[in-house]
C-alpha cells in the first residue's frame, strides 16, 4: 500500500471517484438546494456541510470494506447472513432498484428540462437522445470509462455553478456562518431533510462499495475524499445562486431570474449545470442497481439479468421522459423513496466494517469512526422515518 499519492494517481483516483458526485448530483439535488436557497437564504448551508461529511465517511467505509475483503457491501450482507435468508437479499435488491428507478424518472425529465431551456428543442427528442447515448454508454460494460466520462461532466458543471454564485453578492462572513452553525428557521424542517437525504444517497453506498475493488486504500481515501467534496461545494453553490430566485419554484423561473439579474449568461449556465447533473445521474442509478444485483445476487456483470436490470431502470426513466410528466413532483417522490431504504443500508454498513470475521484489525472502524458513523446512521434514520411519514 503506498504511503502517498503522484500527482497523476491522485487526480485518477479523484476522477474516478467522481462517480458518486455525479449519482448524487442529479435534478434532485438542484431542485432542493435550489428551492432552500429561494425561501431561506443561505441559512440551511449547514446541512449540505452535514451531508458532505457524512457521505464522506458512509462512503470511506463502503468501499474500505471491499478493499479488505475483496468482497462488495451486497457480498458481505449475503455471506453474514446466509443464503438461507436469500429472501432479504430480494427485499434489499427490490428496495434499491425501486429507488433507482424513481430517481432515474426524475433524472430524464431533469435533463430534458436542462436541455429544453437551452436549446428550445422538441422534449420528445431530446428525451430518446438522451436514453439512446445512456444505453450505448452502458452497454460498454466498463465503469472505469463511465466514471471517467462523468468525472469530466461533474468538474463542468461544478464550474458552471460555481460562476454563477460566485457572481451573487454574497458576504464570506455571513457565508461561513451559515456553513457550520445549525439554524432550523420556521417551516424549513422538511427541505433540511431534503438536503441531508439528497446527498446522502443509499445506492451509493453498492455503488461505492462495488468500485473499490483494485484501489489501495490511501488512493480510495483521497479520491473520494476529495471528489465528495467537490460535489458538496457544487451543491452549495445551487443553494447560493438559489438566493436569487423568488415565487413559485420552477426550473423556468430560476433560469429568468438568473439571466435578468445577471445576464443571459447565468440562466445558460443554469440550463447546462441542470442538464449536467440529470445525465450524470442517468448513467450512474441504473448502474448502481445492477451492481446492487451483482453483489445481493450473485449476477455477473456479462450476465443477460444484469443487463436487464440496468435496462428497465432505464426503460422507466425513459417512459415518464415521453409521457411529459411534470419533473419536481416526480423529484419529490423520489426523495420519499430514499427514506425508505436509508436507514437500513447504513445500519447494515455499521455492522459490516466492526465485523471481526471478515475484516483485519487495521481496516476495522476506530472508535470515532464508530461514534461518526453512529451520528449519521442517528440522523439518517430519523430522515427515513420523516420521510416516509411526510410521504403518508
Not at 454508454?137 to 454563477?164: C, D
Not at 422507466?316 to 417522490?333: N, R, S
Request: net charge positive; charged share 5%; proline share 3%.
Amino acid at each position: 500500500m503506498p504511503k502517498s499519492l503522484s500527482i497523476r494517481s491522485g487526480l485518477g483516483s479523484v476522477l474516478f471517484w467522481s462517480v458518486i458526485s455525479a449519482a448524487f448530483i442529479g435534478p434532485g439535488t438542484v431542485t432542493t438546494c435550489a428551492m432552500a436557497g429561494s425561501r431561506f437564504g443561505l441559512q440551511l448551508l449547514w446541512a449540505l456541510t452535514f451531508s458532505t461529511i457524512g457521505t464522506i465517511i458512509l462512503q470511506e467505509a463502503a468501499a474500505r470494506i471491499t478493499i479488505a475483503s475483496g468482497l462488495t457491501l451486497g457480498e458481505i450482507i449475503t455471506k453474514t447472513y446466509g443464503f438461507q435468508v436469500r429472501w432479504l437479499m430480494f427485499a434489499l435488491f427490490g428496495a434499491v432498484a425501486l429507488g433507482c428507478a424513481a430517481y432515474q424518472a426524475g433524472n430524464i425529465l431533469g435533463a430534458v428540462s436542462g436541455l429544453v431551456l437551452l436549446t428550445g428543442g422538441s422534449p420528445r427528442l431530446i428525451t430518446l437522445s438522451i436514453g439512446l447515448l445512456c444505453i450505448v454508454l452502458l452497454w460498454q460494460g466498463s465503469t472505469g470509462l463511465i466514471a471517467k466520462t462523468l468525472g469530466i461532466i461533474v468538474f463542468t458543471m461544478g464550474a458552471a455553478f460555481a460562476y454563477v454564485a460566485i457572481s451573487t453578492s454574497t458576504g464570506a462572513v455571513t457565508f461561513t456562518k451559515s456553513l457550520v452553525v445549525p439554524s432550523l428557521p420556521a417551516d424549513s424542517l422538511v427541505l433540511v431533510i431534503g438536503l441531508i437525504g439528497t446527498t446522502i444517497v443509499p445506492y451509493n453506498l453498492f455503488l461505492g462499495s462495488g468500485m473499490g475493488q483494485g484501489q489501495s486504500l490511501t488512493e480510495m481515501r483521497w479520491g473520494i475524499s476529495v471528489a465528495v467534496l467537490i460535489g458538496g461545494l457544487i451543491s452549495m453553490a445551487i443553494l447560493v445562486a438559489g438566493t436569487l430566485v423568488t415565487g413559485d419554484f420552477s426550473f423556468q423561473l430560476v433560469a429568468q431570474t438568473l439571466s435578468s439579474q445577471l445576464g443571459s449568461w447565468a440562466g445558460s449556465l443554469f440550463a447546462f449545470g441542470l442538464f449536467a447533473a440529470g445525465f450524470t445521474s442517468c448513467l450512474t442509478a441504473p448502474l448502481a442497481a445492477a451492481i446492487t444485483a451483482q453483489s445481493l445476487l450473485g449476477w455477473s456483470a456479462s450476465s443477460i439479468l444484469y443487463r436487464l436490470v440496468w435496462l428497465t431502470v432505464m426503460g422507466i426513466g425513459l417512459a415518464f421522459g415521453l409521457a411529459g410528466v411534470k419533473p419536481v413532483p416526480v423529484i419529490i417522490l423520489a426523495q420519499a423513496a430514499n427514506g425508505l431504504l436509508l436507514p437500513i443500508v447504513t445500519i447494515f454498513l455499521l455492522i459490516a466494517v466492526n465485523n471481526k470475521a471478515l475484516l483485519a484489525p487495521e481496516y476495522r472502524n476506530s472508535i470515532w469512526q464508530n461514534i461518526g458513523m453512529a451520528v449519521v446512521v442517528i440522523v439518517t434514520a430519523f430522515l427515513g422515518l420523516r420521510n416516509v411519514w411526510l410521504a403518508i
